[in-house]
């Protein structure tokens, strides 16, 4: 068990729909990473949010978004949802703004039909 | 942006065997992360390895960041230790996150 906890583990949606998923970060780390991880794509980095602010984005589209609470769990919002958005969302935690481990939750694996 | 391939990308083992899993970086990383896929898609941390060389148990990894490459070991290979094997490394400037290679996949059999 990593400490990374994700919600839910798995949706099932129809295209155009909007889901949000969430994250809680190992007790102590301040860093929450998202990330995609698709057949054709591998793992793909999202955005990255240390104590609540934004501080990186990778490969997110517009469609999607996502927010760090002051509890610091976060939470990555998918809207007008395609086929092709079907994948496993993780979810990483880290201590630092910029360096230390991440550990990873178990995924929210999500179906667009 | 940094580039991080691995080698070889499939692997097919007798338990029993070992094996050595390479992952090259085209950057200086300030952290460098080996994780196994399990077929449930559980992503495990193996070892934390920005350099230097670690152990734990059957596995240990070394990584020489001069050379900008690492390489994890895995001996008396079981049946368990069959998924995808991935490096991740990120490089020490802000706004960067861990980027991952494709990694390799590993089939051990009985």
């Known amino acids: 068990d990593s400490g990374v906890t994700q919600t839910p583990k798995h949706l099932i949606t129809a295209t155009g729909q909007r889901v949000t998923l969430r994250c809680s970060p190992r007790?102590?780390?301040?860093?929450v990473y998202w990330y995609q991880q698709s057949l054709d794509q591998g793992l793909q980095f999202l955005i990255h949010?240390?104590?609540?602010?934004?501080?990186a984005k990778g490969n997110i589209l517009e469609r999607f978004s996502a927010q760090q609470f002051p509890d610091l769990h976060s939470e990555l919002n998918l809207s007008s949802l395609e086929l092709g958005d079907s994948a496993l969302y993780f979810c990483?935690?880290?201590?630092?703004?910029?360096?230390?481990?991440?550990?990873f939750g178990e995924g929210s694996r999500l179906t667009v039909l | 942006g940094i580039q991080v391939e691995q080698s070889p990308p499939d692997l097919i083992l007798q338990e029993g065997a070992n094996s050595t899993l390479r992952c090259n970086f085209s950057?200086?990383?300030?952290?460098l992360q080996w994780f196994h896929q399990n077929p449930w898609g559980q992503l495990i941390n193996l070892f934390y390895?920005?350099?230097g060389t670690k152990q734990n148990g059957r596995l240990s990894a070394t990584t020489v960041a001069t050379e900008r490459y690492s390489l994890l070991y895995i001996s008396s290979s079981q049946t368990t230790d069959s998924g995808v094997y991935f490096c991740?490394?990120?490089?020490?400037?802000?706004?960067?996150?861990?980027?991952f290679g494709k990694g390799t996949t590993l089939s051990v059999s009985s």
């Open positions: 990483a935690s880290s201590v630092g703004k910029n360096t230390g481990e991440l550990f």
């Open positions: 007790s102590g780390d301040l860093s």
């Open positions: 949010y240390y104590n609540g602010e934004e501080r």
């Open positions: 950057d200086s990383v300030n952290n």
């Open positions: 390895i920005p350099s």
């Open positions: 991740a490394v990120k490089v020490n400037q802000a706004g960067t996150a861990l980027i």
